[in-house]
Structure formats: structure tokens, C-alpha cells
């Protein structure tokens, strides 16, 4: 099946610096989203990306759909302790837009 | 508006027991999943419903597993009888038929003892 791979798995910064993750992909995917789940709940829906090359931001993180439609990444900037949880990117394809989720990043911010 | 409602939000129960949980999708979503999450791990899809029919249940452990969508709501994922292995978080979703935007509840932790 489908597997999006998540980069880095997890990561440890300093509130105030700047976070870049990746998802990449073998598949091409029509659409592209990003979750954040914090512990003990569902997924929520941070960035939706529908076109490749598409760049969308949302207050402190952008992200960017790539151009052959098989890669995202999603940065953050000036993270702040709130920014702390799993991130997750995950792909949509085909007419009955079937959901795939990443293996994702898991952010740890210290102060 | 509400978001997709889940209950119960915790179980513990023994293996070979059977369980169930329930989920409202957001009202006129059409498309609904379950998912199960293992600690650690992304969210695996077992089933996806267009309004009370299957889309997709390949990943599905049909020995064990079942889930209906009456009428085209809320739908519930049966679990009969559980295995050590099940304990997971079980995720529901829906979205709208044409957007694929899924939306998510907060999900009910199985511990399977």
C-alpha cells in the first residue's frame, strides 16, 4: 500500500527557533494535509495544500504541496511551548478520497 | 457547529471479550472512517463509508472486526472478540463527499487485558 515517510521522526528545540519537517512519498497524491495531535486526542487538521506548488500559511506555520505532487514539508516558526506534540502529514488520492497518514514528527520545545 | 462525537472515550476490557464504540460524524459529512491508532503510530484506516455504503475495508480483520453505518449517520465499529493486540486508540472521521478534508473526534482508548 501507500506509505508517507515522515523527517525527522522527532525533534528537540528551543522556544523561539524555527521547525522544518517533511513528508515524502513514492505515490502521488491530489491532496495534501497536516495534523497536529496533542496526547490524548484526535488529529486536528492544521494546513490543507490542493494544488502542487501551492504554498499556504496559517499563522505561524506554512506549508508548501511539491511540484511532482509526491512530497510536502511543513515549518513553523518561533515555536512556542504550545507547539509541542505529533504532527502529522497525510495524503489524498483518488475519487473516493482515501486518507493516508505518515509515520510523524514528533516535537518536543524546551524553554 | 459540532465536531465528530465518540463514546465512550476509555474501555478496558479482557481479551476475548467484545466491545463496541459509537461515533456522530459532523451532520452532512458523507464520508465517514475509523481508524486505529497503536501508540507511537500513525492512523491506520480499517473502513471508510459514503453515506451507509463501504468504500474501502481491505485493511479491515473482517474475522473480528465489524462496523455498519445505518442510514447514513452515525455509525458504530465492533470488535468481537478482542485480542492483546488490539489495544489502540480507535479514531472516527468524516468529511465531505467532494472535499476529503477529514475531520476527527477525539477518539476511544481500548486496552485489551
Known amino acids: 500500500g501507500q506509505q508517507l515517510n515522515q523527517s525527522p521522526q522527532s525533534m528537540f528545540i528551543q522556544e523561539g527557533e524555527d521547525v522544518s519537517m517533511n513528508c515524502t512519498s513514492s505515490?502521488?497524491?491530489?491532496?495534501w494535509l497536516w495534523y497536529k495531535q496533542d496526547p490524548g486526542e484526535g488529529p486536528v487538521l492544521l494546513i490543507a495544500l490542493y494544488k502542487a506548488g501551492e504554498l499556504t500559511s496559517n499563522g505561524r506555520l506554512t506549508a508548501q504541496f511539491g511540484i511532482t505532487r509526491k512530497d510536502s514539508f511543513l515549518n513553523i516558526s518561533a515555536s512556542i511551548p504550545s507547539d509541542v506534540g505529533i504532527y502529522f502529514c497525510a495524503g489524498i488520492t483518488g475519487t473516493a478520497s482515501k486518507l493516508t497518514f505518515g509515520t510523524g514528527t514528533r516535537l518536543q520545545v524546551t524553554l | 457547529e459540532a465536531g465528530v462525537a465518540q463514546s465512550p472515550r476509555y474501555k478496558i476490557i479482557e481479551k476475548r471479550q467484545s466491545v463496541a464504540f459509537w461515533c456522530n460524524p459532523i451532520?452532512?459529512?458523507?464520508?465517514l472512517y475509523w481508524y486505529q491508532q497503536i501508540l507511537g503510530q500513525g492512523p491506520k484506516l480499517l473502513i471508510q463509508?459514503?453515506?451507509?455504503?463501504?468504500?474501502?475495508d481491505s485493511q479491515l480483520p473482517k474475522d473480528r472486526f465489524s462496523a455498519e453505518r445505518l442510514k447514513g449517520v452515525d455509525s458504530t465499529l465492533k470488535i468481537q472478540p478482542a485480542k492483546l493486540e488490539d489495544s489502540a486508540v480507535y479514531l472516527c472521521?468524516?468529511?465531505?463527499?467532494?472535499?476529503?478534508?477529514?475531520?476527527f473526534g477525539q477518539g476511544t482508548r481500548l486496552t485489551v487485558v
Open positions: 472521521a468524516s468529511s465531505f463527499r467532494w472535499e476529503g478534508v477529514a475531520f
Open positions: 451532520s452532512g459529512h458523507a464520508t
Open positions: 463509508f459514503q453515506n451507509n455504503g463501504v468504500v474501502d
Open positions: 505515490s502521488i497524491f491530489n491532496t
